[in-house]
């Protein structure tokens, strides 16, 4: 999406095309096209996959750097996280704990146009922590 500067300070941006119109997450200089409005809502459903999907890729690591993709048929997402991961001392194959370093969480739609979601890591954490 093509922005341009609004006024002298760097981060105050508007976009360019005409047909951007409503408000994104309540910020006056931001505004998302009116056709991708709505926000993917990430049901439990998608978290429990989600943790299923990253639990895969940890393994037995206590460390983890990379990516994992969830594509659910409605939305496709990407995973990107830095994780410190802490396991229960007496049976190492449970999750304890999970420390996001860093992480970003994106989602499509089908037809490959970026969405905004309300992914919740804490959320994700819970469910990496109860399976």
Avoid at 9 to 29: E, I, Q, R
Avoid at 38 to 61: F, L, Q, V
Avoid at 99 to 121: H, K, Q, R
Wanted: net charge negative; aromatic share 10%; charged share 20%.
């Amino acid at each position: 999406m093509p922005f341009v500067r609004k006024s002298k300070h760097p981060l105050t941006m508007k976009p360019v095309n005409s047909d951007f119109s409503s408000p994104a997450g309540g910020c006056p200089d931001i505004a998302l096209a009116a056709n991708r409005c709505s926000m993917i809502e990430i049901g439990d459903s998608d978290y429990a996959s989600i943790a299923a999907i990253i639990a895969d890729a940890i393994g037995g690591r206590e460390f983890f750097n990379g990516s994992v993709t969830y594509d659910c048929g409605e939305f496709g997402s990407r995973l990107t996280a830095t994780l410190i991961i802490y396991r229960d001392k007496a049976d190492p194959g449970i999750i304890t704990g999970v420390v996001p370093v860093w992480w970003e969480f994106s989602t499509i739609t089908p037809d490959g146009l970026p969405a905004p979601n309300d992914f919740s890591f804490g959320l994700l954490k819970q469910s990496m922590i109860d399976n």
